[in-house]
């Protein structure tokens, strides 16, 4: 039999693959020549890639079907080990929707690291949500700073859902954001340790309480555990891909007169600079410090993309 198919796990040499949005698991494994595949990443398949596989018989742990080909890809994320290197790995790809778990405190948040995680959302053309947890918390004790947060990204084009896992709020509302039955979405959950993205995934779903536990054991015991990548279906309809926190995503090479192009709300502004390029610094007649000026952008989001350019400065 051949056919296509998705992976749902990625094991380094073995993989289980599934029929999206059908949710049937059979183990894989890749033809040499695919392993070959010409790509500057280490692992040519990765979770959420889409395959075409051949099998002789009914695929199973003794006889697992072959992948021959990886379809072309939507959108993927990658991780470099540093800036300079030239090693990136694949972390999931074809992805509809990145939710970005973030608290405002408790861990507090450094909003120059969420711009980053944006810009490597735009960079690489995955839909970024972003998820502000614990407020049951903020609402009480910093409601103008949740107010403040709300308006820096909903300005800048973001969805800003608010949730606590605690009280529930919110749940119902992510829930939907993540699929419904049939719809085969597929999300990444990524934050940093500690904003609660178990506890919310654990809110979404119970019944995958014990396996997001484990993922996350994995991780933090591991430092070569770029393998374990792996999706789950949430009875609700969508599939997930539990991440650990983005640190590495960060990285992603731009020249200066790109970086902008990234922030969606400076692109929108810049093409009415007077100069193109325009770095948005020290141009004569700059749309985007206009707009920043007029309160149009925020300055924190300002303060962000000057700290990128800032940053490449000292790669180069
Ligand atoms: P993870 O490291 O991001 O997976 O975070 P956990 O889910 O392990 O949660 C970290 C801590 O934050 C735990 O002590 C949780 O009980 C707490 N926590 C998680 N979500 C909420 C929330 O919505 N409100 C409050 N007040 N605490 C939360
Ligand atoms: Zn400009």
């Not at 697992?64 to 994320?77: E, G, M, Q, T």
């Amino acid at each position: 039999m051949t056919g296509e198919a998705t992976v749902v796990k990625n094991a380094g040499s073995h993989f289980l693959l599934s029929e999206l949005p059908q949710w049937k698991p059979f183990p894989a494994v890749l033809k040499g020549k695919v392993r070959l595949s010409g790509s500057e990443a280490t692992n040519p398949v990765a979770v959420g890639d889409r395959v075409s596989f051949e099998s002789l018989q009914e695929p199973s742990l003794e006889h697992p079907a072959s992948i021959v080909k990886v379809l072309d890809r939507k959108n993927y994320l990658i991780r470099r080990s540093t800036n300079l290197s030239r090693q990136s790995h694949v972390i999931a790809a074809n992805l509809d929707m990145a939710f970005l778990v973030v608290t405002l405190y408790f861990p507090e948040i450094k909003l120059p690291f969420l711009d980053r995680l944006l810009v490597t959302c735009e960079v690489y053309g995955i839909p970024a949500t972003i998820v502000v947890n614990k407020v049951d918390i903020f609402r009480k004790e910093f409601p103008e700073e949740l107010d403040s947060f709300r308006r820096i990204y909903e300005g800048a084009g973001y969805r800003v859902l608010e949730t606590s896992a605690l009280t529930g709020e919110g749940i119902d509302e992510l829930r939907e954001a993540t699929g419904s039955p049939g719809d085969g979405r597929v999300c990444l959950f990524s934050g940093e340790s500690g904003v609660g993205k178990s506890s919310i995934i654990k809110a979404l779903d119970p019944s995958l309480n014990p396996k997001v536990g484990d993922i996350s054991l994995s991780h933090l015991q591991g430092k070569h555990t770029t393998s374990l990548y792996e999706m789950y279906p949430l009875t609700s309809g969508g599939f997930l891909i539990d991440s650990p926190g983005l640190r590495g995503f960060g990285l992603v090479d731009l020249k200066k007169e790109e970086v902008a192009l990234y922030f969606p709300e400076m692109l929108k502004a810049s093409r009415e600079c007077r100069f193109t390029p325009c770095t948005h610094t020290h141009e004569p007649d700059c749309a985007v410090k206009r707009a920043v000026e007029q309160g149009i952008i925020s300055p924190e989001r300002y303060n962000s993309y000057l700290g990128m350019l800032e940053e490449d400065k000292k790669f180069r």
